[in-house]
């Protein structure tokens, strides 16, 4: 009876050497499919941020054609606004050189056609 006790003690240790190294393997398989992931996962955060940082350069020069655009019309408008300013100075001078010219004419009091100054 010792021998079979002996063998059952040894065939037990085997069988637990056995499920250790099934275990073992279990855990070798899942760190690698953990770290393969949080790889995968990295790549894919990487890639959003390069997306982002290319979104953000493209509305960056955006940005800076919408403002020089913005200042041309600005100066545009300026521009406008002073020539506007001067043809209502230049018309409202030749209005008073007409109206200066009727009043001198010798037969201003005979003329029908006198043209009103507003």
């Not at 894919?44 to 955006?62: A, T």
């Amino acid at each position: 009876m010792g021998l079979s006790s002996n063998n059952s003690t040894s065939d037990e240790a085997e069988e637990q050497q056995t499920d250790k190294n099934i275990i073992n393997e279990r855990k070798q398989r899942r760190m690698i499919s953990n770290r393969e992931s949080a790889r995968r996962s990295r790549m894919r955060k990487q890639r959003h941020l390069d997306e982002l940082w290319s979104q953000v350069m493209w509305l960056r020069i955006e940005n800076h054609q919408l403002l020089d655009k913005l200042n041309n019309l600005s100066e545009s408008h300026e521009k406008v606004l002073q020539e506007n300013a001067q043809l209502k100075e230049e018309t409202s001078d030749l209005k008073q050189v007409i109206s200066d010219m009727q009043i001198q004419s010798p037969f201003s009091c005979f003329r029908d056609d006198i043209i009103p100054i507003e």
